[in-house]
Nanobody
Framework: VQLQASGGGLVQAGDSLRLSCVLP????????MGWFRQAPGKGREFVAA??????NIADSVKGRFAISRDNAKNTIYLQMNSLKPEDTAIYYC????????????????WGQGTLVTVSS
C-alpha cells in the first residue's frame, strides 16, 4: 500500500500550509488515517488522526492544526495554521485498519514524508 504525501515547504512563522495524502481507493473507506512528524534529532510523534466519526489531535497543535478528508479524492488533509519554528519537521501520513489511534507502531502503512520548515 503506497501513500503519497505532499504540500510541504518553507514558510515563515505565522503562515499556513496544507498537506495532502492520497490513499489507494481499495482500502480508503475502511482505514483510519493519521499525520505524524519527526523533527531533526527527535523521534516520530503523533499530530492528528481521523477515522469513522472520531478525530484525535495532539495537544501541541490543537487549535492550530485540523485534519479532514475528501472521500471523492481518497485524500486526507492537514491544515496547519499559525505555524511556529518548532513545527519544523518531516510530516508523514499513515493508515491503518481500525480506529484513529495515536501510536506510530499501530500504523502499518506510511507515506514517504514531506518536509515543512518554518523560519522565525
Amino acid at each position: 500500500v503506497q501513500l503519497q504525501a505532499s504540500g510541504g515547504g518553507l514558510v515563515q512563522a505565522g503562515d499556513s500550509l496544507r498537506l495532502s495524502c492520497v490513499l489507494p481507493r481499495r482500502i480508503y473507506s475502511s482505514t483510519a488515517m493519521g499525520w505524524f512528524r519527526q523533527a531533526p534529532g527527535k523521534g516520530r510523534e503523533f499530530v492528528a488522526a481521523m477515522g469513522g466519526n472520531r478525530i484525535n489531535i495532539a495537544d501541541s497543535v490543537k487549535g492550530r492544526f485540523a485534519i479532514s478528508r475528501d472521500n471523492a479524492k481518497n485524500t486526507i488533509y492537514l491544515q496547519m495554521n499559525s505555524l511556529k519554528p518548532e513545527d519544523t519537521a518531516i510530516y508523514y501520513c499513515a493508515a491503518r485498519i481500525g480506529s484513529p489511534v495515536t501510536s506510530t507502531s499501530d500504523y502499518p502503512y506510511w507515506g514517504q514524508g514531506t518536509l515543512v520548515t518554518v523560519s522565525s
